[in-house]
C-alpha cells in the first residue's frame, strides 16, 4: 500500500470500531507506510545504527480487513516505502533470510530468537539462538535425526527443489521445550524444541504437489514460491496442523491463473506429526482463489486474495467459511499497490494480543501534514 494512498491522508474524522476490544489476531500488511499513526497505544521508539529515531504504530483492523504498519524515520527514505522483515535484533547476530528466522514468546516478558541455516550437507543445519533474558547467541550444528519418510514417486528433473528443505514460513508453537516448526510449503516441516540443553530435529513431510510434478510428460514444472498456492497454521485449540492448498495451474501456460470457477481449495488436517505422509487427512474441497492463509484462532475460515486479473494492483481478502459449503462469510477491499505476481501482500500475526484495547481506529498522518 503506497504511502500516498487515501488511507494514509490526514483527517478530523473519527471512525469507531466495533467494540473496544483489540483483535485476537490480524492479518497483517507486508508492506508498511512512511508516516506516523497517532494511536499512541501501539507506538514504539528505537534508534537506527545512525542513532536518528525510529517510530513505529499499528493500526489494527479485525479480519478480513488489513492492519498496517507505520514507521517514520530521518533514515527511511519516503519513496521506498519500509517492508516488514523481521525486527530489530543486537549485533553482532548470524546471518539469516528472514524466512528462517522465529520468534518464540516466553513468560515474564521475555523471548527466544530462532533461525535454522542451511549448511549445504543433506539433513544438516546451523540452529542460531538468542535469549533476551542473557542477550547472548548460541550457535550449533544438527543433523535431523529423524528425516521425513521418502516420497512414494519419483521426483520429476524439473521439480529439484523437493529434494532438500527451504523454509518458507517459521510456526513458534511454544510449550517446555519451546517448539519450533520450520515449514517448506512444498516439501515439510522440520521440529525442533529450542529451549532444550540438547536440541534435535526430526522431520514431518507435507502433502505432495502431484498436479505440479505432473506437468510436462511427467517432466515436472518449476516449483517457485509456494506461497500464492498453500498456507498453513496451527490450531491450539485442536492441537493439530491445518494445511490448505490449490491443486491446480493453467494447463497451456503452466502459470497460477485467478479464474474463480477454475480454483479447489483443499484442506489438509494433521494432529499426529510424525515423520508419514498418512497423517494428513483430507477434509474439504471448495471454490476460492488464491493466497490461503488458515486462520490461526482455530476458526474455521480460510482467508483469501481476490484480484480483477492475476496481475492487477486492486485487489480484496475473503474469508471463507470451511463449515459452510465454501461460502464467502465477509470480504474487505485491501488497496492498490504495485504487484510482482509472487508478493505475499499479507501474513497472519498475533500481535495485537501484546497491544492495549484503543476505542478508535484514529487517523494516520504523514510526515509534514
Avoid at 515449514?183 to 522440520?190: A, P, S, T
Avoid at 536440541?199 to 506461497?227: D, F, I, K, T, W
Avoid at 467459511?321 to 504495485?338: T, W
Wanted: glycine content about 8%; some cysteine; proline content about 9%.
Amino acid at each position: 500500500m503506497p504511502a500516498n494512498d487515501a488511507t494514509a491522508a490526514p483527517s478530523s474524522r473519527r471512525h469507531p470500531r466495533r467494540g473496544s476490544r483489540r483483535p485476537a489476531h490480524v492479518l497483517l500488511n507486508t508492506e508498511a507506510i512512511v508516516g506516523i499513526h497517532s494511536s499512541s497505544s501501539t507506538a514504539a521508539t528505537a534508534r537506527t545504527r545512525n542513532g536518528e529515531l525510529v517510530q513505529v504504530s499499528f493500526l489494527l483492523r479485525p479480519p478480513p480487513r488489513p492492519s498496517t504498519l507505520f514507521a517514520h524515520s530521518p533514515d527511511i527514505n519516503p519513496s521506498m516505502p519500509p517492508r516488514i522483515i523481521y525486527s530489530l535484533l543486537r549485533r553482532p547476530h548470524p546471518y539469516f533470510y528472514h524466512t528462517d528466522v522465529g520468534l518464540l514468546p516466553r513468560p515474564g516478558g521475555h523471548y527466544t530468537i530462532a533461525a535454522l541455516n542451511f549448511t549445504g550437507t543433506v539433513h544438516q543445519f546451523e540452529l542460531h539462538v538468542f535469549h533476551s533474558d542473557t542477550s547472548t547467541w548460541t550457535r550449533r550444528v544438527l543433523s535431523v535425526a529423524a528425516p521425513q519418510e521418502d516420497f512414494p514417486v519419483k521426483t520429476p528433473r524439473n521439480c529439484g527443489r523437493l529434494l532438500l528443505h527451504h523454509t518458507t514460513t517459521v510456526i513458534s508453537i511454544g510449550g517446555e521445550g519451546g517448539t519450533m516448526r520450520w515449514v517448506d510449503l512444498w516439501r515439510g516441516i522440520l521440529l525442533c524444541d529450542v529451549l532444550h540443553a540438547e536440541p534435535s530435529l526430526r522431520g514431518v513431510p507435507l502433502p505432495l504437489p502431484l498436479v505440479e510434478m505432473g506437468y510436462n510428460y511427467g517432466l515436472g514444472m518449476e516449483l517457485g514460491n509456494p506461497a500464492q498456492r498453500r498456507g498453513i497454521a496451527f490450531i491450539r485449540g485442536k492441537g493439530c496442523l491445518n494445511f490448505e492448498c490449490f491443486p491446480e495451474v493453467d494447463e497451456e501456460t503452466e502459470l497460477i491463473t485467478v479464474r474463480v470457477d477454475d480454483w479447489a481449495l483443499t484442506t489438509w488436517s494433521n494432529k499426529k506429526m510424525s515423520n508419514s505422509l498418512e497423517d494428513w487427512h483430507k477434509e474439504s474441497v471448495n471454490l476460492s482463489i488464491y493466497q490461503p492463509t488458515p486462520s490461526i484462532t482455530g476458526e474455521n475460515v480460510v482467508y483469501l486474495v481476490a484480484r480483477e486479473k492475476f496481475s492487477h494492483p486492486k485487489a480484496w481478502i475473503f474469508a471463507v467459511d470451511m463449515k459452510n459449503e465454501g461460502r464467502v462469510q465477509s470480504a474487505a477491499y485491501f488497496g492498490i499497490r504495485q504487484y510482482f505476481g509472487l508478493d505475499v501482500i499479507y501474513c497472519p500475526s498475533r500481535i495485537s494480543k501484546y497491544m492495549n484495547p484503543v476505542k478508535y481506529e484514529k487517523p494516520a498522518t504523514t510526515p509534514g501534514n
